[in-house]
């Protein structure tokens, strides 16, 4: 428990909290500074600020914390931090902070603890709690039913708005969101949905289905939560109700929710792209090692794959050594196909994970990049033959200016079907990824070089 | 304005409505059916749907809406497909398009359109609307007073809680959010934030003062609006205070705008990491050649810097014709370094966009980079070595495996470093791409190859 900060400790490191790290306050052991640092800080400041640290200095600066301002802070901290400040409680001070979060936020950190953790804070919970937080670890990982809040306040067509609101007043305290009111029929499926405004802005005379927007958009609660959350954005939606497959309602997923699937498929996709695999934590807190494995399953795979540039340059090895010019341009020639190809993926990447494009747009997708390539092509291919005369002599400047024309027709081709594809055979489209693309285009590049070489000087 | 549709056309167009796009069917001239499926479709649907079309296809599917929903479809449409719209409108109905805008939707769209336009839409304009309109246009492009809401519900600390519900019933229709109350003093300064909820379901006996959250997160207008989102998701907070330089109310940046800067802000570092421009509208509405604009400025770039490649290898070119074998490996080499650095500079622009890295961690972000970049090499090196001996002597291949080692530890720090030095350059950290990345690998390392194999084999 946080100790009492004499004057004189606070006058002294009161310039020191404010120029440095909580973390460097908590590693140095100045905890009345780190005390200092924690009270002028929000919320959402000391959230970040832990979740930068390792497991030890993370549990050391919660300690500092005020109890008021401990549970929200531990409600927002990422897994490992949670799990690691969850380790060293005891008894009644274990229940009460499992207890004070958030149904659906409990069944997400109990999905990425240790089952023996994880049995442990069932066990604390109180019996309506741990129904409700079973029923949740009972939807897929990444779905929205995960995510939803199933507390939340229902209304019935038939009710006046006085009404509607008074059950707002009596059931909302429970409730995560009380902005967004599903309305159910008496099988309890969702027949539309109404907002807290409207409510309060109609006359009393008023009844809920004057008010009532039906068929509101809704997702099945085994739906993926990105999917969701995406609808959210492209509808506009504050809170999206979550039904079962007989569009019974179960629950709402609330804006806060669907941000934090937002930026956390968001920075999944990121990773991917780069060629890694999503890393779980923050990226200061996690390990070299940690952050060396996420990277390594695709260097080690595409290393092999990049093998066969060994083996195309092998084959043609005696075509370079008669014309060792070639051997010059190779990098310059791969390097901008896997460039054409890379922004040709990220871009289909990216339309495809916002909706622009979808996976019945092949076709036409194909169309766009090819002409997109061969225009890029072109003009990349004349101002490598103008590049070219500087080192060699026209024979080999225009082969290497076609050979480029051609590789980057290709690139455009491989960047942006790929994601598509990818789609199609249910593979997330973010790993096709700069690293993917490069590597087949190093391979297949290399080969129309070659084969462009041996056909245009008779080797 | 849509003609009614008779039974007979209704029964035959409704299996194509539901199969079709609305796209295809109004470049069919298929009119009956496309109303078909505008009455089939949810708004957010039809603007989706809209958003992929060209300017003319979309003037012709809009015509078909009925006018309810025109407005709400206006509303959420491209730039692009607004400006189409309001070209082909004349008179009265110009107008009240342009007036059912909400005034930071109008600024914005304002600020896209060309200058002859713009000045008619103003004109159009009551006296009231357009002052605020003015206002918000004077801030500064994707700060965050063009998306801020001005019509907001504001609250002063000494009201009752049924006072200040009684405000909200009074002048909550012309605001666009009443779930976030602004609570100022007497010159206007924030001084606080209420819910609405909090409101709603406190007893009559409490005030304002009771349940305001002080010292609530806040953005200057002038400041860009993506800090202003990010801090939003941050924070938890649905709508975020807009103030000026004094602290004094301008208004709120609601959820949905926030929404959007983000998926905004998202895209374009998407399109930059890939090595390109950002384009405006929607990927399938975007001509080929403005695609091909928008990579074409890169890519003759890194072609320039490119040649530098071809100028190493050319330095060493009588190494490569006394070891014709040391041309083999140069794809995988560069190849493996380039991905390196994706992985790593894709890693730190997430990271810092998100802000889990801020250009202060610049000392500890080198070394983990270097660290990282370390453990990858050896482990790639070593399995090159045992890779290289299939098609070459040992001599080579150990030059191969030191090389990768080095390259991999440059690629590492190149990918690492860069977004933080740009970002503390003021340049936009997004565009340390995997293409630039690559670039600056590629001639680095075939230097660090060149001289490994000169010194170790003699050469």
Known sequence: MPQPVTHAQAATSQHRSNRESLRALVEHGDFAAAQEWLGAHQVWEIVDAIDRMGPVDAVAAFRLLDSDRAFAVFEDL??????????????????????????????????????????????????????????????????????????????????????????????????????????????????GVVELSELLLSDDAATVSDLVVTQPPRVRATEPAEAAARLMAD??????????????????????????????????????????????????????????????????????????????????????????????????????????????????????????????DLARVTMREAATGLLLGAGLGLLAIGAGLWFTGLDVAVVVGVSLLLICLLGALVGGLSPLVARRLGIDPALVSAPVVTTVVDVLGLVIYFLVASMMLGL
């Open 235 to 360: 509808s506009n939606v504050r809170d999206l109700p979550v039904v079962d497959a007989e569009d019974r309602l179960l629950g709402l997923l609330t804006f806060d929710d669907a941000d934090e699937v937002i930026e956390d498929a968001e920075t999944e996709d990121a990773a991917r792209q780069g060629g890694a695999r999503r890393w779980e934590g923050h990226y200061m807190a996690v390990s070299v090692l940690q952050l060396a494995r996420t990277r390594a399953v695709w260097l080690v795979l595409l290393l092999a794959v990049s093998l066969l540039t060994v083996t195309v340059a092998h084959a043609f090895e005696e075509a370079l050594e008669q014309v060792a010019a070639l051997a010059l341009f190779i990098p310059l020639l791969i390097g901008t196909g896997g460039k054409v190809g890379t922004q040709a993926s990220s871009a289909c990447v990216r339309a495809l994970a916002i909706g622009e494009v979808r996976p019945s």
């Open 78 to 191: 990422e897994p490992s931090g949670q799990q690691a400040i969850l380790e060293v409680m005891r008894g009644a001070e274990f229940s009460a902070f499992v207890d004070s979060l958030d149904p659906d936020d409990r069944a997400r950190m109990l999905g990425e603890l240790p089952a023996k953790v994880a049995r442990r804070v069932l066990e604390g919970l109180s019996p309506a709690e741990r129904a409700m937080t079973a029923t949740l670890l009972g939807y897929p990982e990444h779905s929205a039913g995960r995510f939803m809040t199933p507390q939340v306040v229902v209304l019935r067509e038939g009710l006046s708005v006085a009404a509607a609101l008074a059950r707002v007043r009596d059931r909302g305290a429970d409730a995560e969101t009380v902005y967004t009111l599903p309305v159910v029929d008496s099988q309890r499926r969702l027949t």
